[in-house]
């Protein structure tokens, strides 16, 4: 990768997998604009990054992911399922930009109800996790942002907000290293250990860790539905586009 590659991707990707605007779409998209063929191996690999953004960000709330493992694991359910079944006509949308438009705007919609949910305070139980983890499997799809959705159903079905977004990237380990484990012999064809493919690595880690600590606090604050106008304008313009 050159040098426009590398911060492209690093950006995307550092920021877009925790801002609820999708991060395997703008990937998808910033695949297409660069005249790269989209490569789910790129988007796993990069995904891979933002993990450990993941994991450093919450280093001292690693009590609370055991303590919820049981949560974690039903929730988590039904994108094992559907990413190992589907996997290859996953992989058929994601390098069919056309859908783009469709997805982003389905982001927006989402986001921007967000605005409306009255925060309570409810306790997790079984069904709710397997709710999370359904509304989670629709970040498959390119466009379709899953901390957004994670948030949105989380706060629909009466967590709060903290709750919400700890939960939300307690799913994204479970799920990040799945799609690792499904991917991980595509990731060798990138040459990972190329000097371009290193530093967008590391710098794709320090966004990350940037875009967790803004999501969190816009949460908090109840603003998480103003991210909905950029996804809503980016499919009105795709519309246009594609």
């Keep these: 990768m050159n040098l426009i590659q590398v911060i492209t991707f690093s950006l995307t990707q550092g920021l877009a997998e925790f801002l ?29 990054a933002t993990l450990l953004s993941v994991l450093f960000f919450f280093r001292k709330k690693i009590s609370y992911f055991f303590k919820n493992l049981k949560y974690i694991i039903v929730a988590s359910i039904p994108i094992a399922i559907i990413g190992f079944f589907f996997k290859d006509s996953l992989d058929s949308i994601f390098s069919n930009v056309s859908y783009l438009p469709y997805f982003f705007l389905l982001t927006s919609l989402i986001i921007f109800s967000t605005r409306f949910i009255k925060v309570k ?12 983890g359904l509304f989670q499997s629709l970040a498959l799809l390119p466009g379709v942002s899953r901390s957004g959705t994670t948030i949105f159903i989380a706060l629909l079905l009466g967590l709060s907000s903290i709750e919400a977004f700890n939960f939300s990237f307690s ?49 908090i604050k109840g603003r998480l539905w103003v991210f909905s106008v950029y996804t809503f304008l980016l499919s009105l313009i795709f519309f246009i586009v594609f």
């Design 121 to 132: 305070d409810k306790k997790k139980t079984y069904l709710t996790a397997f709710i999370i």
């Design 171 to 219: 799913l994204f380990i479970p799920a990040s290293i799945g799609a690792l484990i499904l991917s991980g012999r595509e990731i060798t064809s990138l040459n990972v250990l190329e000097p371009s493919y290193l530093i967008t690595f590391l710098l794709t880690f320090l966004i990350g860790i940037f875009a967790l600590f803004i999501l969190q606090k816009t949460l």
């Design 20 to 48: 609820p605007i999708s991060s395997s779409g703008h990937l998808n998209l910033a695949q297409h604009l660069l005249n790269i063929e989209p490569s789910i191996a790129l988007d796993v690999f990069l995904n891979t």
